[in-house]
Nanobody, 129 residues
């Protein structure tokens, strides 16, 4: 069973940066999976994966895709088997629980199916004005 562990969340002020890391286990190489970062707005945790939004995707061939809401500010990359999300120029509306996800198929940006097969537990990011 693939396990994903996120780290790096925290509280920052608007305009600052954070780096999130996702460490996969029980897989031979994260490059054999499409990896993505999702986020879920505050108060919507009970709505489950349907309300999670894919904001950054790195495909198996290293192609990166971003949701318009983070394009030019967030950057997804691989560091050996880890998947990194560098978040710059953070805004209060970026406040959310951030989840790492993996699937052997592609992962589309935005909300809705298909949903990835594997998820981490999430890491909270709070951005204050």
């Amino acid at each position: 069973q693939v396990q994903l562990t996120e780290s790096g969340g925290g509280s920052v002020q608007a305009g600052e940066s954070l780096k999130l890391s996702c460490s996969p286990s029980e897989i031979t190489s994260s490059s054999s999976y499409c990896m993505a970062w999702f986020r879920q707005a505050p108060g919507r945790e009970r709505e489950g994966v349907a309300q999670r939004e894919a904001i950054a995707v790195i495909e198996r061939d290293a192609t990166t895709i971003y949701d318009d809401s983070v394009k030019g500010r967030f950057f997804i990359s691989r560091d050996e088997d880890m998947v990194i999300l560098k978040m710059n120029s953070l805004k209060p509306e970026d406040t959310a629980m951030y989840y790492c996800a993996a699937d052997r198929r592609g992962i589309p940006t935005g909300r809705g199916p298909p949903f990835p097969a594997h998820w981490g537990q999430g890491t909270q990011v709070n951005v204050s004005v």
